[in-house]
């Protein structure tokens, strides 16, 4: 809502126009049919979501929910394959593992087929953690975003995978 004067002099609230900003309630104007822009204010409900859900209660950032998940579905895979998928540098990704390795939720077992690679897979409770924090982190966005029907949850989750889909490779 808008505050604005009234004769009396008493603040009169008015609607927010419908291209506002969820908080601040400026003007989106051209900014509102900006699909990266939409996504940046989106990714502030999401990320929210994450924190609450997963990242304090797990004690996991996102990039480390994401890698142990990542690793979970798709054990023996490389460190050169998850840089690849997301899109970061190799050094990066290995300190990433070593951080889920510490912990104990990840290992690296020696590749057979190539003895300078390494694949990796989730320990017993790596994996038991990826899959807690999934469902807490499912629940949390169907509670947080009950907005969405589940079908258009589905559309959304499927246009942003073929949005991602675009980016060459």
């Known amino acids: 809502m808008r505050l604005t004067r009234h004769n009396s002099g008493m603040p009169k609230e008015r609607p927010s126009p419908p291209d506002a900003t ?11 049919q900006i699909l990266g822009y939409q996504l940046a ?6 990320t929210g ?7 304090k209660p797990f004690e996991l950032r996102p990039v480390e929910y994401t890698l142990l998940s990542l690793i979970n579905e ?29 912990r104990g939720l990840v290992q ?14 989730t320990t017993a409770s790596g994996a038991q953690l990826a899959a807690q924090a999934t469902q807490c982190l499912l629940q ?16 959304l989750i499927e246009l942003l995978h073929k949005l991602a889909c675009q980016r060459a490779t």
């Open 22 to 32: 969820p908080a601040g309630r400026l003007t989106e104007a051209c900014l509102h």
């Open 41 to 46: 204010q989106a990714s502030i409900s999401t």
């Open 49 to 55: 979501v994450f924190m609450r859900q997963v990242g």
């Open 74 to 102: 798709n054990p023996g895979g490389s460190s050169t394959r998850l840089a690849k998928a997301l899109a970061v540098t190799a050094p990066n990704i290995t300190v990433w593992v070593d951080r889920l390795e510490k």
């Open 108 to 121: 690296r077992l020696p590749n057979t087929a190539d003895k300078r690679a390494q694949q990796l897979q």
């Open 140 to 155: 949390g966005e169907r509670q947080t975003f009950e907005g969405l029907s589940d079908g258009e949850r589905m559309i």
